[in-house]
């Protein structure tokens, strides 16, 4: 799809200047239509793989619908989407989409899956002049994270998902519910997305105070950490009744063993990012049960893809009798940023230029499995948001489900059952 002269054969140095031209000739020579190259990086392994169990299940189902093309000012376009796994680090994260942009030469470029996959991936395309696409991280730090400025914004990329606004009137939605004492125990680690959440203006601890909770913050711990017994012991000294943070899996599962051994048994315990997959609720076993946490998508959303039509239900469902696996939140928003790059790549002024790639791109909206996307709508530049409810881990005949409890916040999206109190 590149020019010769474009600014990523130049970064990539004269061998890609002088070898892409004749490899693109080559295939159009044999090509019935030109092919869009669409790069998608998601933590295929390691510690965040929850967040792409779906995503085989999702690119078969993409690449049968793209099999007939994309048209665009009365061509059809073949679109190829080419993966690459960030295995959960931020470094790998960046590693590869420098090979998607320099090496591929991909014409767009996407990714989902906390700020250890977005933000190193925007920041790349940023750089290197590639419209971006990206989903599945809390808006905050996926802006501020990467050091923007709300009057300017970004150039290439663009991101859809909640706010941190979002997940605290969820989280105080379903404590104000529970009944119990507002002391509040938090995890927060060293990392994007805790140093955000934890962050004393930004994040959680003044819309706590605001609203009356006393929050206990001992201070940030490193991802994988062993040993929790200081911040189970602050927690007990506090009183604190709930529990919340955002953590991965590994992490929460190692704390939540430790805080059973030394007596630790909070009423609710709401937990980002670690407690939003099937997988990870039952590798906690009997102790996953009555666990709470955000809910971004649930077959239960009232939307459906712009690109089939099928509904979110038909799609979760689709995943369960394709794999045997219950559906996860993952799967909707992975098909809506795929809705996302099909409108984009269909109304483009010039799909050759990346300057109208990105303008179409931020003029986008419309509607898709997850909800409304409108880049004109803020909060800030690059940013449209996605509703959010919340919900908790309830016994489902030999297993759990994850039931909606409090949609105060998108009513339009049902509820499902009450909040039950932890022991």
Same mark, same amino acid.
């Given at each position: 799809m590149k $020019?010769?002269?474009? =600014? !990523?054969?130049?970064?990539?140095?004269?061998?890609?200047? #002088?070898?892409?031209p004749a490899i693109l000739t080559s295939t159009r020579a044999y090509a019935a239509n030109p092919t869009l190259k669409v790069g998608f990086v998601t933590p295929s392994?390691?510690?965040?793989?929850?967040?792409?169990?779906?995503?085989?299940?999702i690119l078969e189902g993409l690449r049968a619908h793209f099999a007939g093309g994309v048209e665009n000012n009365g061509k059809t376009y073949d679109i190829e989407i080419i993966r690459k796994d960030s295995q959960s680090n931020p470094n790998r994260a960046a590693e590869v989409a420098a090979e998607l942009i320099l090496d591929d030469e991909v014409d767009i470029i996407t990714a989902a899956a906390t700020p250890d996959t977005t933000n190193p991936v925007a920041d790349q395309a940023e750089i290197n002049e590639v419209p971006c696409i990206t989903t599945d991280a809390p808006w905050q730090p996926y802006f501020f994270g990467r050091n923007g400025n709300p009057a300017e914004g970004f150039e290439y990329t663009y991101h859809f998902f909640w706010g941190l606004e979002d997940v605290i009137a969820n989280f105080t939605g379903l404590w104000n519910d529970s009944g119990v004492a507002k002391k509040v125990g938090g995890l927060f680690p060293n990392d994007a997305d805790g140093n955000a959440w934890g962050h004393p203006e930004l994040g959680l601890p003044a819309p706590l105070a605001a609203q009356g909770f006393e929050l206990?913050?001992?201070? !940030?711990?490193?991802?994988?950490?062993?040993?929790?017994?200081?911040y189970i012991a602050a927690f007990k000294d506090a009183g604190c009744?709930?529990?919340?943070?955002v953590m991965i899996p590994p992490d929460f599962g190692?704390?939540?063993?430790? @805080?059973?051994? *030394?007596?630790? *048994?909070p009423k609710v315990a709401t937990i980002?990012?670690?407690? %939003?997959?099937?997988?990870?609720?039952?590798? %906690?076993g009997d102790r996953g049960v009555g666990l709470t946490t955000e809910i971004w998508w649930s077959p239960n959303h009232p939307f459906a893809s712009s690109l089939t039509g099928t509904s979110a239900g038909e799609l979760a469902n689709g995943y369960t009798a394709?794999?045997? !696996?219950?559906?996860?939140?993952?799967?909707?928003?992975?098909?809506?940023?795929?809705?996302?790059?099909? $409108?984009?790549?269909? =109304?483009?002024?010039?799909?050759?230029?990346?300057?109208?790639?990105?303008? @179409?791109? /931020?003029?986008? /909206?419309?509607?898709?499995? #997850?909800?409304?996307?409108?880049?004109?709508?803020?909060?800030?530049? $690059?940013?449209? /948001?996605?509703? %959010? #409810?919340?919900?908790?881990?309830?016994?489902?005949?030999?297993?759990?489900?994850?039931?909606?409890?409090? $949609? /105060?916040?998108?009513?339009?999206?049902?509820?499902?059952?009450?909040?039950?109190?932890?022991?």
């Open positions: $020019n010769a002269s474009t =600014r !990523r054969q130049v970064l990539g140095g004269l061998a890609a200047t #002088v070898a892409a392994t390691g510690p965040l793989a929850g967040f792409a169990e779906a995503d085989d299940y206990t913050d001992p201070g !940030r711990f490193q991802p994988l950490n062993d040993d929790f017994s200081n009744e709930i529990i919340t943070g190692t704390f939540w063993a430790q @805080a059973a051994q *030394q007596g630790f *048994q980002g990012k670690a407690l %939003l997959f099937p997988s990870a609720i039952a590798a %906690l394709a794999t045997g !696996r219950p559906w996860t939140q993952p799967i909707g928003f992975k098909h809506a940023l795929f809705e996302v790059v099909s $409108n984009v790549v269909s =109304r483009a002024e010039d799909l050759d230029d990346p300057v109208a790639v990105a303008a @179409a791109i /931020k003029g986008t /909206k419309m509607s898709t499995i #997850v909800g409304d996307i409108d880049w004109s709508a803020g909060p800030v530049p $690059n940013v449209s /948001k996605t509703p %959010l #409810v919340s919900g908790q881990w309830q016994k489902a005949g030999d297993g759990v489900e994850l039931v909606i409890t409090n $949609n /105060k916040h998108a009513p339009q999206i049902p509820v499902g059952g009450d909040l039950q109190l932890l022991g």
